[in-house]
């Protein structure tokens, strides 16, 4: 079995900054894809920032130049490093894996979310 154990989350004025980490354990024989959501209240979940194990990265343009995925392939470990934050990034944030686990598949997992709240 794989967790996702996150971590970073907290309350911030507008215009700050927070970093998000979200370390995977368990039998893992690779990560294909990294990436995170958000789900702001009354809100479906949204993509925001995904990494593959080559390094490409995508955003939605709400988040472009402002926040910045990154990984740790080595720790099995994603960052999400958040700056010019806005009352709107208001969310609980997950993380989200695609593991190559045992059995050799490629299961989807979720961190347990984290609670980022921007003060305007």
Known sequence: QVQLVESGGGLVQAGGSLRLSCAASGRIFGINFMGWYRQAPEKQREFIA??????????????????????????????????????????????????LGSGLRLVDYWGQGTQVTVSS
């Open 50 to 99: 995904g990494i593959t194990s080559g390094g490409t990265t995508n955003y939605v343009d709400s988040v472009k130049a402002r926040f910045t995925i990154s990984r740790d392939s080595a720790k099995n470990t994603v960052y999400l490093q958040m700056n010019s934050l806005k009352a709107e990034d208001t969310a609980v944030y997950y993380c989200h894996m695609r593991v």
